[in-house]
């Protein structure tokens, strides 16, 4: 049987998830987030349990960079039918957590239009005029909290994945 190598098109398969068990992101169908909470706001963003995407296989290219390196790496050598499980840890995922990218501002600084909730995620204009994303984590009648980690900092990801096919070149 064929193994996967640098530059195939390959589908996989795969079901991520966090230390205390939680899915964050997955490809099989069931493990998806409720329903409801994908019919919100923001739910293609990455951090929410739909992963921003429908459940079936993802089509990736190995050394593309198309997905975690880690696993791309890991795939090579794999055959279809074959499952692994990986570990990245959140330096190499989305970095650790920095309490110094929590940032509180004055509602007279922010248009008289925004009305955000603790859970929003936005994307705000820095003095560089580059949107920056953030989640609302605390909101008063004076000042907002947000939070410019990325929603997965400072979680280690485990990926449980399969190859499911090697493509034919294109």
Known sequence: ????????????????????????????????????????????????????????PMELTIGAADFFPQIEEALIGMTPGEKKTLVILADDAFGEYEEEKVFTVSRKDLPDDLDPEVGDQLGLSDENDETIGVTVMEVTEENITFDANHPLAGENLTFEFELVEILPPQ
């Open 1 to 56: 049987m064929a193994q996967a190598k640098q530059g195939d098109r390959v589908k996989i398969e795969y079901t991520g998830t966090l230390d205390d068990g939680s899915i964050f992101d997955s490809t099989q169908e069931g493990d998806d987030c409720d329903p409801e909470e994908c019919e919100s706001e923001g739910c293609d963003d990455e951090g929410c349990d739909c992963g921003g995407h429908e459940s079936g």
